[in-house]
């Protein structure tokens, strides 16, 4: 199941999440943001999000189906398309060990449900704020090394 609402923002948030009524709720609050791509699944996601590079994606730690977004979340984290998009893991740590198996397979933020939707969508925010600086910031690094190499070249 994929959705779209489009607004004006070019980079989606990817919301996935197995029960219809978690995801609805988040997703109402995420909708004002901007675009909303949902999955109910993480094989969908991470084909998606491999070929759009979304802005963020949050998941379920636990997802029906054979990737779980613990999987999904070490399985972008470790794919040079994807490794760059922040991952929020929305998770009720009903199962043992969900919070360090999270962490350890790479995603941004844990927390914890019952989790407030205007709580993720301030998360969601920052994390997408925190990107945009650091995507600026590497770009004006690559710029200065570049004109750094032709002053160089330029010189000899």
Same mark, same amino acid.
């Given at each position: ?39 109910? %699944? ?53 199962? %043992? ?39 600026? %910031? ?19």
């Amino acid at each position: 199941m994929a959705s779209m609402i489009t607004t004006v923002e070019a980079e989606p948030i990817v919301l996935v999440d197995s029960f219809t009524d978690e995801r609805e709720m988040y997703a109402h609050a995420l909708r004002r943001q901007r675009t909303l791509v949902e999955f109910d %699944n993480g094989e969908a996601a991470y084909e998606f999000s491999k070929s759009m590079d979304p802005a963020l994606i949050i998941t379920d730690a636990v997802l029906v189906g054979r990737t779980g977004g613990i999987d999904l979340t070490y399985r972008l984290k470790h794919d040079e398309r994807t490794k760059k998009v922040p991952v929020i893991i929305v998770s009720d740590q009903r199962r %043992n060990g969900d919070r360090t198996r999270a962490l350890d397979a790479g995603c941004d933020l844990y927390l914890q449900k019952p989790c407030l939707p205007d709580v993720l969508v301030a998360e969601a925010r920052r994390l997408i704020r925190l990107r945009a600086v650091q995507t600026r %910031n590497k770009s004006k690094e690559l710029i200065e090394r570049a004109l750094r190499i032709r002053d160089c070249r330029l010189a000899h």
